[in-house]
């Protein structure tokens, strides 16, 4: 059966629309909870292990555990696959601390809510991958575990809206001393002289898993890569500026607010750098090859 969405929520399999959870959930009442976002390529999963590996150590900085291990929720995740039949899919994973009366201290015997869906991966703007993005630049001022995927997001999806509704891609953090850190819903990187840079791991980025792969194909590719913090204004100085996350793959951004960059273009280092990533997921898929973006 091919169905064009599915739900698995503490252990039932069902519709995404018929799914429910308690009103007391905390991640309801407080965003109390940690997700993942899961690309699938031609039914495969990429970098399932890293992703639910990250979502373990994400509960862990919360303190409370995940009920399923690793290897169970594999199997979740490609039980949604095999009876969804969606092949080029997003699967999104969330578990909450589970539900007790409202009540800010941690109850003792609490179930975590275990959740995962999958739907078609949605296509991204055309316009993106011909002329380039713009994202448009917002102090972060999220807390100070940026490092730990968790489902509270409102600084993110205020500065994401913010962005969209001036017509940006993305919005591009920086601190308030112009430090840059990541993306809303990405990382980010900028391309000066044939080197990248990208904001090192720490407490103030998450460390994505995309990023992972775009230092490894960089490196494979010749560039040099360095994990070092640079700012706002190097950024609106580099030659071209990328932005990263499993959804998105890799973005080129050639509008920073209303400064362009480098040459307002889409530049050389994104294309061999996009072109290659993508080899990589079709080779560590095992496909012939990707259905285009
Ligand atoms: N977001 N930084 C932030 C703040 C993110 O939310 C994400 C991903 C990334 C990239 O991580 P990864 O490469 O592991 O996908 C970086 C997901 C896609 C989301 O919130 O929908």
């Known amino acids: 059966m091919t169905m064009g969405e599915l739900l698995y929520l503490n252990g039932e399999w069902m519709p995404i629309r018929e799914g429910h959870v308690s009103c007391e959930d905390r991640g309801f009442n407080f965003g109390d909870g940690v997700y993942e976002v899961v690309r699938v390529y031609g039914g495969q999963p990429f970098t399932m292990r890293e992703h639910l590996e990250r979502q373990v150590r994400s509960a862990a900085g919360l303190g409370f555990e995940i009920p399923l291990s690793v290897e169970q929720f594999e199997e979740v995740l490609r039980g949604l696959i095999e009876r969804s039949g969606i092949e080029e899919a ?48 917002c102090v972060d001022n999220r807390w100070n575990m940026c490092h730990l995927k968790t489902i509270a997001l409102l600084p993110n999806i205020l500065a994401k809206n913010a962005a969209h509704r001036a017509g940006f891609a993305e919005a591009f953090f920086h601190l308030e001393d112009g430090t840059v850190t990541e993306g809303s819903a990405s990382n980010s990187y900028v391309i000066r002289g044939g ?16 990023r992972t792969q775009v230092m490894e194909v960089a490196r494979e590719i010749g560039l040099t890569v360095h994990e070092e913090t640079f700012t706002l204004t190097e950024a609106e ?31 050389p280092v994104y294309r061999r750098l996009h072109e290659a990533y993508r080899e990589l997921v079709r080779r560590r898929c095992g496909l012939a090859e990707l259905v285009p973006l």
């Open 90 to 137: 997003l699967i999104y994973t969330q578990v909450t601390r589970g539900a007790a009366p409202r009540n800010h201290i941690f109850a003792d015997d609490m179930t975590p809510t275990v959740m995962a869906f999958i739907r078609p991966a949605p296509p991204h703007p055309k316009v993106w991958r011909i002329e380039g993005a713009g994202a448009l630049p």
């Open 195 to 210: 080197e990248m840079w990208t904001a090192p791991l720490g407490p103030k980025i998450l460390p994505g898993i995309t």
């Open 237 to 267: 100085d580099a030659d071209e500026i990328i932005m990263s996350a499993s959804n998105l793959e890799l973005l080129p951004i050639v509008r920073l607010g209303e400064r362009s960059i480098g040459k307002g273009k889409i530049g």
